[in-house]
């Protein structure tokens, strides 16, 4: 890999927080972030989405992504 953020977040083991990487995809316009859920011995799991669209209707107030983000810690 060559996000030198991810490989920090993935040895970090402080995962209470998602992990949002900007500049992504050919076109550096893509938005991504990266939630790790540990599990079992030595287990996690990695949920990655792109959230280009989400961030570009979350520019009027934060409404949108606060309820994503709560959505995705109760998985």
Known sequence: MR???LI???????YEEMLVMRG?????QRTISV????Y???RKL????DIT???????CGGTLWLT????????
């Open 3 to 5: 996000q030198p953020d």
């Open 8 to 14: 920090r977040y993935l040895n970090s083991h402080h």
């Open 24 to 28: 992504m995809g050919a076109n550096r």
């Open 35 to 38: 939630q790790v859920f540990p």
């Open 40 to 42: 079992g011995d030595n």
């Open 46 to 49: 990695i949920l990655t989405q």
């Open 53 to 59: 669209e989400l961030e570009r209707t979350d520019s």
């Open 68 to 75: 994503y983000r709560t959505s995705c810690r109760r998985l």
